[in-house]
């Protein structure tokens, strides 16, 4: 038996139920995958930081793999369309069985696997699907009338209840193969590029890195994240969530981990069953992407909300990219987005909420640009974010509840300790006045080396009611 292991977004060895049965039966020769697709990443908005992280992971799991006699070929091709030759020619130069792989939720993705899925039974060959990315499979959370939740706390609470009646089951690792393969392993083609660097101390480059950052912060982090996870200077959250969208770790390794060291946390509040909340989120776009492909293609769960006109000023949107809007806890955000590829969740949705609200920008615009920066870049927390923030989504913040960006500032980032971090050209202002440099600059006589604000904010709220309320005409 020939076997072949398709590695996506979950490059580990441990919890991957793809690579596990493939595995199972030891006399099967086992062959991985990793197909190098440029042109779709392109289109996809990969962001360099991204590729960088994976190109690098990947170079730890094809050592991974080697050591149990498993070698990782490669594919190069450009896109998902030119890819199904070439597959189909590795499959029938391996001879290849059987292929295993564990689902992916976005819609060329899934358009993909139906694709290959075609050609290999034409051929006689078995595919094998497996969840792995979710706590629980896509369509498995489901309300009375069997539908998909739209709102997040009823689902919160079914899989709540899912997590504390059934056993949370991590596939086995793989032992060493009985018959190691003779196929050589591929050169990894370089795909990581200067622009993509990142910094490896915050980023756990490969699982077992990922997995030791795990168990620390579960062990002395979680507990007081409840309190400080919405303060950016604190710095306190996992910094798992580019781990965990290349798939160095699985959401279920993730609660195991919180369960064994909190064995109360499904019941009790505190840091612990907050922080499982959070990836409860992380499930329900998930599931939501399944339930609403048209997500995947950039509409508006909220299809009224098409009918907003949007100002989509391209000076206020670079303005906004480049962290020069004036308004410093955005600005801060903004750049700690373009220098890291990571930024504070409290700040996306501060720095989500300016673009949309404050500067009447389509919120895809945004979307697109943080897939851009993003090293998590992740299709269903992107789009799901942004949706909330931009009031388009399913359970999303209510239109008229808009952010005071200087109000968000005072209130997460008290003393400005983040601002100052991000912002240096605000060093000699004040604390009591870092949040609106510009009047304590005026007050003194000073030219600040730093943007006055580029709206108003009150005027700004001011339009932007109106371009919702005009668009609910149509609801
Ligand atoms: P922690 O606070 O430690 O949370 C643990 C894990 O839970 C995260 O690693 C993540 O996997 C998951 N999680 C946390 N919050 C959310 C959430 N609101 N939605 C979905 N999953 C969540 N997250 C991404 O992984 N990729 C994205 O592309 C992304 N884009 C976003 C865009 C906007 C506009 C907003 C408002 C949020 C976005 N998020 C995204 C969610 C969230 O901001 C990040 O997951 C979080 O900041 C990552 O930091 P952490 O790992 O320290 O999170």
Redesign the pocket.
Same mark, same amino acid.
């Given at each position: 038996q020939q076997h072949l292991v398709w590695f996506r977004h979950d490059l580990r060895l441990r919890d991957n139920p793809a690579l596990s049965a493939a595995c199972i039966d030891n006399e099967a020769e086992v062959i991985a995958l990793w197909c190098v697709t440029p042109e779709q990443w392109t289109q996809h908005n990969v962001s360099a930081r991204q590729l960088n992280y994976q190109y690098d992971a990947l170079g730890i799991l094809q050592q991974d793999l080697k050591e149990r006699g498993i070698p990782l070929v490669i594919i190069n091709t450009p896109t998902y369309k030119t890819l199904e030759k070439e597959f189909m020619q590795l499959c029938e130069k391996h001879k290849i069985d059987k292929v295993f792989y564990n689902y992916q939720y976005e819609i060329n993705e899934r358009q993909r696997d139906q694709q290959i899925e075609a050609l290999c039974h034409q051929q006689d060959i078995v595919c094998q699907g497996f969840t792995d990315s979710t706590l629980f499979s896509p369509g498995s959370v489901l309300t009375g009338q069997g539908k998909m939740y739209h709102v997040f706390t009823p689902f919160s609470r079914a899989v709540l209840k899912k997590l504390s009646t059934e056993e949370i089951e991590c596939s086995a690792l793989p032992h060493q193969r009985k018959h190691p393969s003779a196929v050589k392993s591929s050169t990894l083609p370089n795909f990581s590029t200067k622009a993509g660097e990142y910094d490896t101390k915050r980023f756990p480059v490969g699982h077992d890195a990922a997995l030791t950052r795990l168990r620390e %912060?579960s062990k002395n982090g979680v507990e007081g994240?409840a309190e400080q +996870?919405d303060l950016p200077a604190e710095d306190d959250?996992? +910094? #798992?969530?580019?781990? #965990? /969208?290349i798939g160095l770790l699985s959401?279920k390794q $993730?609660v195991k981990r919180i369960l064994a060291d909190h064995p109360h946390a499904l019941e009790q509040a505190g840091g612990a069953a907050t922080?499982v909340n959070? #990836?409860i989120? +992380?499930d %329900?776009?998930r599931h939501l992407l399944v339930a609403e492909p048209q997500l995947c293609r950039y509409q508006p769960f909220q299809t009224w909300t098409d009918h907003i006109r949007w100002q989509n000023n391209k000076q206020h949107f670079s303005a906004w990219c480049e962290g020069n809007t004036g308004f410093p806890i955005v600005d801060a955000g903004m750049r700690q987005l373009n220098q890291t590829g990571? *930024?504070?969740?409290r700040l +996306? *949705?501060v $720095?989500?909420s300016f673009l949309v609200k404050d500067l009447l920008v389509d919120w895809r615009w945004?979307?697109r640009y %943080?897939?851009e920066q993003?090293i998590?870049?992740?299709? /269903?927390?992107?789009?799901?974010?942004?949706q909330?923030?931009a009031s388009t989504g399913t359970d999303a913040a209510p239109y008229f509840r808009i952010f005071n960006p200087t109000r968000q500032g005072e209130r997460f980032d008290p003393k400005g300790a983040f601002i100052r971090q991000w912002l240096p050209e605000l060093e000699e202002v004040p604390e009591k006045n870092i949040h609106e440099p510009w009047l304590w600059a005026d007050k003194q006589n000073k030219k600040l080396d730093y943007s006055r604000p580029i709206v108003e904010h009150r005027q700004a709220r001011e339009a932007t009611l109106q371009a919702f309320e005009q668009a609910r005409k149509y609801r």
């Open positions: %912060f994240y +996870r959250t996992s +910094r #798992l969530s580019a781990a #965990l /969208a959401a $993730c922080w959070e #990836l989120w +992380r %329900f776009y990571w *930024m504070h969740n +996306r *949705m $720095c989500a945004g979307e %943080f897939s993003l998590d870049g992740d299709l /269903a927390a992107n789009n799901g974010g942004w909330w923030a």
